[in-house]
């Protein structure tokens, strides 16, 4: 079992920048393909991005391609995401999640952090 914790997020202005990370404890994350799937108010939730065990292998929606960047660092236990270019339609509470799949649907992940949010304003 894995327990995740996110941090990073919070008030950007569209055009700026934001590093989001989650911290895993408990097993190691490198047993574990890992992504980040976000929620906006009134809304669905949504996948953003997976990565790979060994970090060879990234996946992203199409709304989100050359603007976000999903890497991990399995040494210290903790995946990222980059996003650049934010836009107001980003805004959402940001989860990451653990899982054995290889699959872009939430409910084949198994572990999820609490979420941070993240605010673009116009």
């Known amino acids: 079992q894995v327990q995740l914790v996110e941090s990073g997020g919070g008030l950007v202005q569209a055009g700026g920048s934001l590093r989001l990370s989650c911290a895993a404890s408990?097993?190691?994350?490198?047993?574990?393909?890992m992504g980040w799937f976000r929620q906006a108010p009134g809304k669905a939730r949504e996948f953003v991005a997976r990565?790979?065990?060994?970090?060879?292998?990234?996946y992203y929606a199409d709304f989100v391609k050359g603007r976000f960047t999903i890497s991990r660092d399995n040494a210290k236990n903790t995946v990222y995401l980059q996003m650049n270019s934010l836009k107001p339609e980003d805004t959402a509470v940001y989860y990451c999640?653990?899982?054995?799949?290889?699959?872009?649907?939430?409910?084949?992940?198994?572990?999820w952090g609490q979420g941070t949010q993240v605010t673009v304003s116009s």
């Open positions: 990565i790979s065990k060994s970090g060879g292998s990234t």
């Open positions: 408990g097993r190691t994350v490198s047993s574990y393909r």
């Open positions: 999640a653990a899982t054995y799949a290889i699959s872009n649907v939430g409910n084949s992940y198994d572990y």
